[in-house]
Structure formats: C-alpha cells, structure tokens
C-alpha cells in the first residue's frame, strides 16, 4: 500500500520488479521467485532449505529497524522515533510446474511526503501480516500464471525497504498501487517479455482493474512501457484504497542501466482520473518524472540516490487531489550510503522534500501550511 499524498494518508504501493530486468544487479540468490531486489541489499546465498515431494522448499528472513527524525512533522506524529521496518519471513518453492511464495510478519512502506505510522499500525491497517502469497503454474520456462496477493505491475520502486535502494520510497511511488489481489499471466519471448494482471487495483476487494508491461532487455540494458488503470468507476475509500488513484489510469515509461558499478534508472509516469460525480471531483491529471542511480564504490560500499518531479493540474475548482490540493506540485531528493558486510547493512538516508501550490491544511507541519520536509533516516537489519 503507498502513502496518500493528496491527504498525507497511507497509500502502498509496489513495483514493475517482477516484470522487468530493471533491477537485474541483484546479487543471484538460490532459485527465487521474490521478492526481487535492486541492490545493494542483498538474499543469504545458502538459505535454509527443505525438500517437499522432491523439490526445495527455501526460507528466507528479514529483520530491521530504523531511527528516524524529521522537520515540520504532522499532528500526532513524535518528529524523532524508533521503529521496526522489517521483521518478515519468505517462503517459496521456485521450482517445478507448481510454485508459490508466502510473505509474513510486520514491515512499514514509508513514503516520502507523507505521515510516518508505526509498523505495527501500519501492517494492520494495509496487508495484514501476510502482505504477499501466491501460487504459479510454470508449464513452461517462457509461459506462466500467478494468482493471489501480487505486486502491481505499475511503477519502479518496490514495497519493502529492503528491496530497494533507498529506505522510503519517492513521491511518484504514492501515486502507484502496492499490493493488489488478482490473476497475472507472464510470456518471455528472447529478448522481449510480456505481463498481464487483472486485479483488484489498490487493494479495493472489486476486479476492475487490468494492467500490462512490455519490455525489451538488451545487455545492460531495459526498455519497459507499463499501462494500467481501472476499467470502472468504484467509490471505495479507505486506508488501503485511496479513491482518486483507484479510478485513475497510469503509465509508465522506465529506461534501466545495470552496469558493473552503476545502476541508472530514468522514468517517466503520468496519472489520469476521470469525473467522479458521487464524489463531487472532476478529471485532473499529474506528469511525473524520477531518476534513480546507484554507485558501487567497492564490495561494501554503495552511493544511492534519487530525483523526482511531480505536477499536478487544476483544470477546474472541482479537480482531483492528487498531491498537496489540485493542481499542487513537488520534488524530492534522497541519498542513502549504503554499508554491508555478510549478512548485516547498515544505511542512513537523508531526505527533501518541497511542495508547490499547495491547498492550506494539505502539505506540513501542524497546520498543514508548510511547504518543505526534511527526513533522516537510519537503517540497520540482517538477511538471513
């Protein structure tokens, strides 16, 4: 579930990861399925492992936590704290016609620009303590299909600290979907793969939500088009599913570099929603674009960072609220040194965030008024 950043509400959201090789710098694991990782975090090469009826079945943990502190912090938000952001178990069987993977335990997906919640309050109000679980049928090494609790296709970043370069995720992040319930056909064909989701959007309990990725992987590098959206209009509102993002379309346009010690990743989002007459909101529209790199400076450094851009218009006074009120803008930056060593890391993460055009009572700070956001975060856990 992402962040709602039109009413600094939560929103999560998950990544085109396990459909496109933006992310193939990932250090290889056993066979997996996911969660799959950008680096520089990395899975325990030897997990545990049992067999089951003649195949592996392997298990894999993460445990996390964080110290965090940040300027113009909202109402009943403390403006320094500690907290877990990972405490989860991974099961899966990779391998053989029939596959699956279950993910349990507590985690956060903190959003930049929008209010810190506790993982416990967090896990409880989005997914649950079973956040992801899925079963595949692999009739081929090209073709298969997966139905359950999916990451959505739509957007880069995924839901989980761990997976990602950085420890929150961006602000284009809060305008995608997360975890979504629904079936997913997969077809890899050379150099070109295909998937196809038909979902419940951002967790909304109705199948009305279809969405596609088409990429081309060329050595270092990946050239994926996302497109998604919901085919009807659905008035549900609630801390896992923000309306106005429910019944908008999506695309993005995401370029990936996976060198030796870079990891470059320009992309390109843009967000549609029609009138939404029982609500009282007419269309609006936000263009979007974010840059995500990382350095590896040698086997136990790595340097990354991130830009992003978001506008939203204001068509009429009645238009959506995408962001900080209609037709607000922002942009961020984010830096994370990352150190590990074995199985352990450790990364703190430093954070802007500035808003433009805000509605009064809708961006920082007590009441709301204030348009910037400094974050810091520290980061320290183990994959086992």
Partial sequence: MKFRLATMALIPAVSALSATAAHAEETAPPPALLPALSGPLSYNPEPISVDLAGSKVYVTAIGSGYLGTQSNTTPGVDSSFADLSNAQVIVQKPEGVFQFLVQAGLYNQETLGAAFVKSTDYTSNSYGVVPQAWVKIAPSSTFNVQAGILPTLIGLEAPF??????????ILWGQ???MTRGVQANLTAGKLSFSLAYTDG????????LSGIASYVDGPHTLSVVLGGALSKNYRSTFNTPMVQNNSTMLNVIYSYSGSKWLLQPYFQYAWVPDLPHAGTTKAQNFAVGLLAKYKIDDHWSLPVRFEYIDSNRPSAT???FLYGPGSKAYSFTVTPTYTWDR???RPEFSYVRAGDIAPGAAF?????????VRGRLEMGVMF
């Fill in 202 to 209: 951002f967790f909304s309990g109705k199948l009305n939500w």
């Fill in 161 to 170: 600290t761990f997976q990602n370069t950085n420890i929150e995720r961006g």
């Fill in 365 to 373: 700070g007590a009441a709301g008024l204030n348009k910037e956001q």
């Fill in 319 to 321: 238009a959506a609220n």
């Fill in 176 to 178: 995608e979907n997360v």
């Fill in 344 to 346: 352990f890391f450790i």
